[in-house]
C-alpha cells in the first residue's frame, strides 16, 4: 500500500511535468510541479498557519456532523413521530444547495471559524444521517424474527443486532463524509474569510502567485486523502467481520 | 414439553393459503411438515412462531397445558442466522443476551453443546471463520441452548452438500430426541431420516393427508430397503393430481 501510494504520486508529478512541457503553459496559468515545491518550502510557514485553520474547521465539522447526524438518524429510528415528520423535512432541505446558504451562514456566524464549521456540518450532515438510517431500518428479517422469538427488548436488538449490522452502511457514510467535509469549509472560506487554506489560494490568486496557489492546493489534497484512508482504517476495523467479495469474474 | 395445537386461516391478498386448518403436533415428537416450494408450509411454521401479522393470518396455536406458547419456542432457519460480529459462543447465547440475563452458567451449557454438536475450538472464532455445515452446527447449538418446549425448524440443511446435510440430520435428531419439534422440508429423503410423523402439505388451501410413519426410530439409514414403501407413499402424496392445477410445473 505504501509503495503503491508512492508510485501514484511520482506518476501524478511526472504527468503534470509532462502537460507542462507539452502545453507550453506560462507559469502563471501551470506551475511546473519544481516551482510549487519550491513556493511549499519558502512559504511553509504561512501555508501552516492557514492549513492549520481549514484543518480544525475540517475535522469539528466532520465531528459535529457525524454526531448529530447519527443521532438524528437515532431518533428516527426509535420515535415513529419523528421519522414521520422530520424525514420529509430532511429529505427537501437537500433541495437547497449548501453553497447557496454559504452568506447567510456568513452574515449569521460571521467571519471566522464558526461559519466554516457549519458549512462543513450542514455538508455532511445528510450523508451520515441517511447512511445510518438506512443502515439501521434495513436489518435482516432473518435475525430481527429470531430476536422476537427469543423474546428479545427493543434495546437488546438495538445494541446486538441492528447498530451492528448498520455498522457497514454507516462506514460509507463516513466514508462520504470525509470526502466532502474540505469542500465545505474550503468554499466556506472563499466566501468571506481572512484565514483557511481556501483564503490563501484566493489571495494567492489576486496577487499572481500562482505557485503559491497550488502549493495551497496540494496541502489542502493532502490532507483530505490521509484524512479520507485514516477514517477508511477505522471503519474497516470496525467491520472487521465483512469479508468483501472479489470484484474479478473468477 | 406439550402438545400443540394449530387451528389457522391464512391469505395473502386474494390467494387463500389456509382455510379452517388444523394440525396437532403430538408431544415429544419430531414431526415434519413435507411440501413442494409455496406449499405454505413455511408460513404455517411463521405462524406457530408468532412471526405472522394479523391482517395475513387468523387462527390459533394452543399448547395442551392452557399456557401460551409465546417464549417457549426454539427457530432454527435455512439460514444460519449467526451474527457476524459476534464470537461463536456469544452465538450461541445469544437468547440470554438478549433477555440481558446470561450468565456464567449459560457460557458453561455452551461449551457444552459446542462438544454435543462436534465442535471444538472454535468458541472463540467469528463465523466467517467457520464453513457452513460449521455454522449451521452453531446454529444448532444456539437452537438447542435455547432448551425450549417447542422446536422450529424451516429447511435448517438444504443449504448444505448432501454429506454435511446427511451428517448434520443425524446429529440433530439424536440432539433433539424426546423433544417437541416440527421440521419443515421439500425433501422427502430428509423427512425420512429424521421424522417420527410426516404430514404431507397440499393444495390450495393447503390440506394435509394422514401423516406418514416410516419404521424405525430415527435418525434412519437412508440405504435401508423398508424406506421404499415410505418413500413411494410420500412422493404418491407430494404428486398428487389436486396439487397439479396450481403447480403446473
Known amino acids: 500500500m505504501p509503495r503503491k501510494f508512492l508510485v501514484i504520486v511520482v506518476a501524478l508529478l511526472a504527468l503534470w511535468q509532462l502537460i507542462v512541457w507539452l502545453t507550453q503553459a506560462p507559469p502563471f496559468i501551470l506551475p511546473p510541479p519544481i516551482d510549487v515545491g519550491h513556493a511549499l518550502v519558502v512559504n511553509a510557514e504561512q501555508i501552516l498557519f492557514h492549513a492549520r485553520v481549514t484543518i480544525i474547521e475540517i475535522v469539528v465539522g466532520l465531528a459535529l456532523g457525524c454526531l448529530i447526524g447519527m443521532a438524528s438518524a437515532w431518533t428516527m429510528v426509535r420515535f415513529r413521530s419523528v421519522r414521520n415528520w422530520f424525514l420529509p423535512v430532511l429529505v427537501a432541505s437537500q433541495a437547497l444547495p449548501v453553497f447557496a446558504i454559504a452568506p447567510v451562514l456568513m452574515l449569521w456566524l460571521g467571519f471566522g471559524m464558526g461559519s466554516k464549521i457549519a458549512m462543513a456540518t450542514l455538508i455532511i450532515y445528510f450523508p451520515v444521517t441517511a447512511a445510518l438510517y438506512d443502515g439501521l431500518r434495513n436489518t435482516d428479517s432473518g435475525w430481527i424474527?429470531?430476536?422476537?422469538?427469543?423474546?428479545?427488548?427493543n434495546h437488546t436488538v438495538l445494541k446486538y443486532i441492528r447498530v451492528p449490522a448498520a455498522l457497514p452502511s454507516l462506514g460509507s457514510g463516513l466514508r462520504i463524509a470525509a470526502a466532502i467535509a474540505p469542500i465545505g469549509a474550503v468554499v466556506g472560506e472563499w466566501v468571506g474569510s481572512s484565514t483557511g487554506l481556501g483564503y490563501l489560494m484566493l489571495h494567492a490568486n489576486a496577487r499572481a502567485q500562482v505557485d503559491l496557489m497550488f502549493a495551497a492546493l496540494i496541502v489542502l489534497a493532502a490532507f483530505a486523502v490521509v484524512l479520507y484512508f485514516g477514517i477508511d482504517y477505522f471503519i474497516k476495523r470496525a467491520v472487521f467481520w465483512q469479508t468483501e467479495t472479489s470484484l474479478e469474474a473468477t | 414439553m406439550t402438545a400443540v395445537n394449530v387451528h389457522l386461516s391464512a391469505k395473502y391478498g386474494a390467494d387463500h393459503i389456509f382455510e379452517n386448518f388444523f394440525l396437532r403436533l403430538e408431544s415429544g415428537k419430531l414431526i415434519c411438515l413435507l411440501g413442494r416450494s409455496g406449499s405454505g408450509k413455511s408460513t404455517l411454521l411463521h405462524f406457530i412462531a408468532g412471526l405472522l401479522s394479523a391482517d395475513i393470518a387468523q387462527g390459533s396455536v394452543t399448547a395442551d397445558d392452557a399456557k401460551p406458547l409465546a417464549g417457549r419456542i426454539a427457530w432454527m432457519a435455512q439460514q444460519d442466522l449467526l451474527?457476524?460480529?459476534?464470537?461463536?459462543?456469544?452465538?450461541?447465547?445469544?437468547?440470554?443476551?438478549?433477555?440481558?440475563?446470561?450468565?456464567?452458567?449459560?457460557?458453561?451449557?455452551?461449551?457444552?453443546?459446542?462438544?454435543?454438536?462436534?465442535?471444538?475450538?472454535?468458541?472463540?472464532?467469528?463465523?466467517?471463520?467457520?464453513?457452513?455445515?460449521?455454522?449451521?452446527?452453531?446454529?444448532?447449538?444456539?437452537?438447542?441452548?435455547?432448551?425450549?418446549?417447542?422446536?422450529?425448524?424451516?429447511?435448517p440443511f438444504s443449504g448444505l452438500d448432501a454429506s454435511t446435510r446427511y451428517q448434520l440430520q443425524g446429529l440433530a435428531t439424536r440432539l433433539l430426541a424426546n423433544q417437541t419439534t416440527v421440521l419443515v422440508t421439500h425433501d422427502p429423503l430428509e423427512a425420512l431420516r429424521m421424522a417420527d410423523l410426516i404430514y404431507v402439505l397440499d393444495g390450495r388451501p393447503a390440506r394435509v393427508a394422514d401423516p406418514v410413519s416410516p419404521p424405525g426410530d430415527p435418525p434412519r439409514q437412508l440405504g435401508n430397503n423398508q424406506m421404499g414403501e415410505s418413500y413411494n407413499q410420500l412422493m404418491q402424496q407430494l404428486n398428487h393430481p389436486a396439487a397439479g392445477d396450481i403447480h403446473a410445473a
Open chain 2, 83 to 155: 451474527l457476524p460480529w459476534l464470537k461463536v459462543i456469544d452465538n450461541i447465547t445469544l437468547g440470554p443476551l438478549l433477555r440481558s440475563n446470561r450468565t456464567q452458567q449459560h457460557v458453561e451449557k455452551a461449551r457444552e453443546l459446542l462438544k454435543d454438536v462436534e465442535l471444538r475450538g472454535v468458541e472463540n472464532h467469528y463465523p466467517h471463520e467457520l464453513s457452513g455445515g460449521m455454522r449451521q452446527r452453531v446454529a444448532l447449538a444456539r437452537t438447542l441452548a435455547e432448551e425450549r418446549p417447542v422446536n422450529l425448524l424451516d429447511e
Open chain 1, 145 to 153: 424474527n429470531l430476536a422476537r422469538i427469543m423474546g428479545a427488548s
